[in-house]
């Protein structure tokens, strides 16, 4: 997602970056100063202080900590380790309830599980877990669910010896008998691709380093096309042709994508008829393809790239379905022929709409299926092609979850979709687009006792300072009574057009149970309310994001869902820049917060072009090399706008590994906060010495870090147990 995207640590500014002297009078000999025993209660550590000064636009800031940018540099590692070090001596008090909670947590799930199996080319294929493991293990079944199961890969035998373990990308070629697969073993998004001879078990000798991890396969079996990152900033920039068995030195630059804004992929079309080259940026996308049967042939440009102009293509039949924003803000549906693919041949097959957003379509034999966005809530509407009446499917729920899953197969009736809400498990339908029976094949087993009667899920509208209706979502166990006392955990993102859809989460019952409420604030930033919630809450309107948020928190305040001393916030990446925002702007509303990997340190990563996702998101955030930017930025950056006041309680979390939001921005803020604030709350890091952006690997081990969070908030929240 994204700011669920950021990466290596950058230690290059860009040129017009003016560098002022480091004053080092202030370092210490070591980064900080370690926990005192000796006195009462642990103390925190106190990073070295050593004044660096930025100047752009004749404005100078100066960054005390900007030495925690060094990664090679020991006493960033000693620091790191040293509030790790003070972080479990605070929660050593409530351990024993962090203990019963992650016990807890990991008890509600199933250990041993089978995920819905799906058809493709003969083939089941499915994932299972054991009791006990960490990792899935990937399998599949020829002809029927009756038959012997394969194993593809067993990914906790692979993870053997490893802290850390991601397997991504796995694609089967069209013969059925070969595996490609992404390997991560650092957790900075730099994988290995890997081939598996499915019939003799063996693992091929082809290894290719720095992909992103997936690969689409060629008709012949034995060509595909993979992504090249960047060393350093971890850009998909180069389109390579690989022929099994051949040397990776030999392999075929066919695309070089050389605008710093652009992130370039390959993918095969569900028809299996077109390799496509994928070029997009923020605001602009463009596509190249070749026939599958020809992977020597030149790649043509299907529509040449324009400022504001974004496109996506799937291929069914004899013809091309584009979805465009072109003249049609939240999107339409076009279909292109295989000659005449620029978009003056294209023809309107679903016109744009005011007040629908079209984020996604699915081609069948016989519908059209449309992911479409209205209100707020994703709905699926069936279109048959025989011009048959078109319905929507029925949720029944006021706030929900649902999308296309996995629908490999265009010659079938049936839809296979994914639904979840706040109190209803993620489930797996499958719908039959003719007849409209629906039929519930999978849901999330919650043990523990759990009763989705025993909750009840609500939708609200808060009114923003500017008189734009935000929607809010929330969920209690049934028996609150609002009247201001119970605590509140409020979830916001609003950033990069990602909606945040009302979601089902069995770790979160361990706060409803005990009497939490928790909210979502669909802010603008997100493309929850169309294109246009979106535009209105990035680059130069950034700051509607951090004001619904907030003016969402006051109305759950004024409702009497809780109160101030009762309100906890929570956001991660882009959303852990929402929380430093808003703990900037009205630190009194809040008892405390959950900031992960947060992105706080906002100008001058976004000065640095070295720093992975940088280029790539000025259309996001504006590039602060121009002065109307710089200054806007400035003006909420949280690290920037950290003051000498009373600030909420603060659990912080970051990856040592992350290559979204690196360490950096989190540890300088705290630094920063534990330097200047005037209240007495607690404020915490913890580094994840063998994660990235998304924690740790593995089903049970991730979940440790997720006790100690709502331990945090339950202790402070006064409930011990």
């Not at 440009?301 to 400022?307: G, K, L, S, T």
């Not at 010659?411 to 489930?427: F, I, K, N, Q, V």
């Not at 948020?549 to 906890?568: S, W």
């Not at 330097?675 to 998304?694: C, F, I, Q, R």
Request: with cysteine.
């Amino acid at each position: 997602m994204m700011r669920t995207s950021r990466g290596p640590a950058g230690r290059r500014l860009p040129f017009a970056f003016a560098i002022g002297l480091v004053a080092a009078i202030l370092f210490s000999a070591a980064a900080c100063r370690p926990p005192d025993d000796t006195a009462a209660g642990p103390k925190p550590p106190k990073a070295g202080i050593a004044p660096k000064e930025l100047t752009l636009h004749g404005h100078t800031r100066v960054d005390n900590y900007y030495w925690l940018n060094e990664r090679e540099d020991p006493k960033v590692l000693e620091y790191l380790k040293a509030e790790n070090a003070y972080t479990e001596a605070m929660m050593k008090p409530i351990a024993a309830f962090e203990n019963k909670l992650y016990d807890e947590i990991v008890g509600r799930i199933k250990q041993t599980d089978l995920s819905v199996p799906y058809r493709s080319d003969g083939y089941y294929y499915y994932v299972r877990y054991d009791e006990g493991k960490d990792y899935p293990v990937h399998c599949r079944k020829k002809g029927s669910l009756e038959a012997a199961e394969e194993v593809l890969l067993d990914v906790n035998e692979m993870a053997q010896g490893h802290a850390y373990f991601s397997v991504t990308g796995l694609s089967v070629s069209s013969d059925n008998t070969l595996l490609a697969y992404g390997v991560d073993t650092v957790s900075r998004r730099k994988y290995a691709l890997h081939f598996k001879n499915l019939a003799t078990g063996e693992t091929l000798p082809d290894t290719i380093p720095l992909t992103t991890g997936a690969a689409a396969w060629a008709n012949d079996n034995k060509t595909v096309f993979y992504t090249q990152i960047d060393d350093t900033t971890l850009r998909p920039q180069k389109i390579f042709r690989h022929v099994l068995g051949t040397p990776a030195g030999s392999d075929v630059l066919v695309f070089h994508e050389t605008d710093e804004t652009f992130n370039a992929f390959a993918y095969k079309t569900k028809s299996k008829k077109y390799i496509f080259i994928a070029s997009t940026s923020t605001l602009s996308s463009e596509y190249r393809f070749i026939p599958a049967d020809k992977p020597g042939a030149e790649f043509q440009v299907f529509q040449a790239r324009e400022r504001d102009h974004e496109y996506d293509v799937d291929h069914y039949r004899d013809t091309f379905y584009v979805r465009t924003n072109m003249g049609a803000r939240n999107f339409r549906l076009m279909t292109a022929a295989p000659g005449k693919t620029g978009k003056a041949d294209w023809a309107e097959l679903i016109p744009h709409r005011d007040d629908v957003l079209l984020e996604d379509f699915e081609l069948f034999k016989g519908a059209l299926v449309l992911v479409e966005r209205k209100n707020g809530l994703l709905q699926i509407r069936v279109k048959p092609w025989d011009k048959s009446p078109e319905h929507y499917l029925d949720f029944g729920e006021e706030t929900y979850s649902a999308w296309p899953s996995t629908n490999r197969e265009f010659d079938t009736e049936w839809l296979r979709y994914g639904y979840e809400s706040l109190t209803t498990p993620a489930s797996t339908f499958d719908y039959n687009m003719a007849t409209r029976e629906k039929k519930l094949l999978k849901q999330e087993e919650v043990l523990g006792g759990f009763d989705a009667a025993n909750y009840k899920a609500e939708r609200h509208y808060a009114t923003a300072r500017d008189g734009v209706k935000v929607p809010v979502s929330l969920v209690y166990r049934k028996g609150f009574v609002k009247d201001g006392t119970a605590p509140c955990l409020l979830y916001g993102y609003g950033s990069y057009g990602a909606s945040t859809d009302a979601d089902f989460s069995s770790p979160r019952l361990s706060l409803l149970d005990r009497g939490f409420v928790f909210a979502i604030a669909h802010i603008r930033g997100g493309q929850e309310m169309g294109r246009a919630w979106y535009e209105d809450g990035k680059l130069l309107k950034k700051k509607n994001t951090f004001t619904d948020f907030i003016d969402c928190a006051e109305y759950l305040v004024a409702q009497k869902y809780t109160q101030p001393g009762r309100l906890f916030a929570e956001g991660g990446s882009a959303g852990g820049l929402l929380m430093g925002a808003v703990v900037n702007m009205r630190p009194d509303l809040f008892k405390g917060a959950l900031v992960g990997v947060p992105f706080v340190d906002v100008v001058t990563t976004m000065l640095d072009k070295s720093i992975p996702l940088t280029t790539g998101e000025f259309d996001e955030w504006g590039n602060p090399e121009i002065k109307e930017y710089y200054d806007y930025m400035l003006s909420y950056s949280p690290y920037d706008q950290v003051e000498a006041k009373d600030y909420p309680a603060l659990f912080v979390t970051t990856g040592w590994q992350d290559s979204q939001v690196q360490y950096f921005e989190p540890a300088k803020w705290v630094a920063k906060l534990r330097a200047v604030k005037t209240d007495k709350n607690p404020l915490l890091l913890w580094t994840n010495m063998e994660g990235g952006h998304g924690g740790v690997s593995g089903r049970f081990r991730r979940l440790r870090q997720t006790a100690m969070e709502y331990a945090f908030i339950l202790d402070l929240a006064g409930i011990k147990e």
